[in-house]
């Protein structure tokens, strides 16, 4: 007999069809004559009611062995469930125990467990309500993104994950070696020689797939990244990973505004693709993690996003009565507790955020006219802070190459990119968005570490 999914049934499933389902034991609930066993698997938050007579073959060893987590095989005939709260059950005619869960010793009992203690058991985190709803939720996002850009056209390509070059520049790199680094020759200044290393060179794990993004941009047009990016970025917050996904489209004949309508449509795409197929799972979230998330979605979906300068920011939290703690003064880099104010407090929905100092930003981004700015623009989400940063690039290969000497970037360290700009250049923009903060923002969970099902963090990569 076929094998049906849980949410399958939920949703489809008619009485007297037979049916057979496999899963982990949620609860059980043994009375005089049956017991319910409800067993879920992972299509849906509800798990299906199975109910199990006393005269089935083997009852009282079989119900012994069913509790919370053991893993079974229930076949049955459906019929309409006399309880509240489901629609259909499952009347049980043949049980397979595949595995026991020892009461005594596993986790996962019938109780709230916080999420400080759900990271310690990363393994079996994802068989609760919570964890489970965030990775179909997780996944709704990334079949969303995929579609957005597929049904606009832009080619998935695949950047490198091992690379030479620091897109961002913020020193914030792994280094890649199959050396010991101890053991590795030091040159006679001392240092370390990667010329005996495997890539005969220094090599990091990406920190951005932008720059090759870039090239592929010039041959195709609309293109985008979606895959792990690396940061050993020291900082214990409940927004950062030293491993995140990064989704970065990158087009080619574009500009800081049309960066800006591609990503705001992009958010509201996902949004609601979210809502229409994970309605069950965000109803969860406003319900128990975050009251105002349907809300705070239909105010994305419905609602232009505001857009300001960051000159014109700054002015604004110049005038705040809300005193910071980073004071404010035209250069800084905005602070997460002035993002948070603008998009929160101020206009209480996403702020984007243009034409930032140069001195604060990469070394790609095109200089704008008077050259004390740039073409970058910053999304600022509600309750998150910075979700997309992007850019107009620098296309002017003159304008680019006396930005990286100011900047001391080894210009044979990119000759490569700025072939870009030798040969058939033309205006491009694109925009990085962090997916663990996204996933945050439609689900309302305040850790980052509880949006990614193995999260890696300074000093913590178990698992
Ligand atoms: O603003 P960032 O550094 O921009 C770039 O990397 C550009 N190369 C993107 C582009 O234009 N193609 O990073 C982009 C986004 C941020 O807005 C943030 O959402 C996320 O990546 N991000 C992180 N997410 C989790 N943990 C971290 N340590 C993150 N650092 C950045
Ligand atoms: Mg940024």
């Not at 019938?110 to 999420?115: E, L, P, Q, W």
């Not at 010329?195 to 720059?211: E, I, M, R, W």
């Not at 990016?229 to 491993?243: G, I, Q």
């Not at 998330?293 to 705040?320: H, P, S, W």
């Amino acid at each position: 007999m076929v094998t049906r999914r849980v949410a399958d049934i939920l949703k489809n499933g008619q009485p007297d069809e037979l049916a057979t389902i496999k899963g982990w034991v949620r609860t059980k609930r043994e009375l005089k004559g049956f017991s319910f066993i409800e067993v879920n698997d992972g299509s849906s938050l509800a798990g299906l009611q199975a109910v199990l007579d006393a005269d089935l073959p083997d009852y009282e060893n079989i119900i012994k062995q069913l509790s919370t987590g053991a893993s079974v095989e229930i076949e049955g005939k459906l019929v309409e469930s006399p309880g509240k709260g489901q629609k259909i059950e499952m009347k049980g005619e043949s049980v397979i125990v595949y595995g026991t869960a020892d009461p005594e010793t596993y986790p996962l009992q019938k109780k709230r467990h916080s999420f400080e203690f759900l990271r310690t058991i990363s393994h079996l985190r994802s068989r609760t309500n919570t964890l489970g709803a965030v990775f179909r939720v997780r996944n709704a996002c990334a079949t969303a993104i995929h579609q957005f850009f597929q049904e606009k056209g832009f080619l998935w390509i695949h950047s490198p994950i091992i690379t030479a070059s620091d897109c961002e520049g913020a020193g914030e790199l792994f280094t890649v070696t199959n050396f010991d680094l101890n053991k590795l020759p030091k040159n006679d200044g001392g240092e370390i020689d990667y010329s005996q290393d495997f890539f005969g060179k220094q090599a990091y794990l990406t920190v951005s797939g932008q720059l090759q993004a870039e090239v592929m941009a010039m041959a195709f047009q609309n293109v985008y990244t979606f895959g792990p990016t690396f940061r050993a970025e020291n900082s214990n917050t409940s927004r950062h990973l030293a491993e995140f996904w990064m989704v970065e489209p990158e087009m080619a004949f574009c500009d800081l505004e049309g960066d800006q309508n591609l990503a705001e449509e992009f958010l509201k795409y996902i949004f609601k693709y979210v809502l229409d197929n994970c309605a069950e799972d965000i109803e969860f979230f406003n319900k128990w993690v975050n009251k105002s998330l349907l809300e705070t979605a239909d105010n994305i979906i419905n609602n232009e996003f505001e857009r300001v300068t960051y000159t014109e920011a700054v002015a604004l939290l110049e005038k705040a009565t809300k005193k910071f703690e980073f004071p404010v003064e035209w250069g800084i880099d905005l602070q997460s507790e002035h993002e948070r104010y603008l998009a929160e407090d101020l206009f209480k929905k996403p702020v984007i955020v243009t034409n930032y100092p140069k001195d604060i930003k990469a070394f790609y981004m095109r200089l704008d006219e008077g050259e004390k700015t740039v073409s970058a623009m910053d999304i600022l989400a509600p309750g998150i802070g910075e979700i997309i940063g992007g850019s107009q690039r620098e296309e002017r290969l003159d304008v680019l190459e006396r930005r990286i000497k100011e900047m001391n970037i080894e210009a044979d360290d990119i000759w490569w990119y700025l072939d870009l700009r030798r040969y058939g250049t033309v205006p491009h923009a694109g925009f990085g968005l962090g997916f663990e903060r996204l996933v945050q923002f439609i689900t309302g969970m305040t850790n980052i570490r509880d949006v990614i099902p193995f999260p890696r963090t300074p000093l913590s990569a178990d698992f």
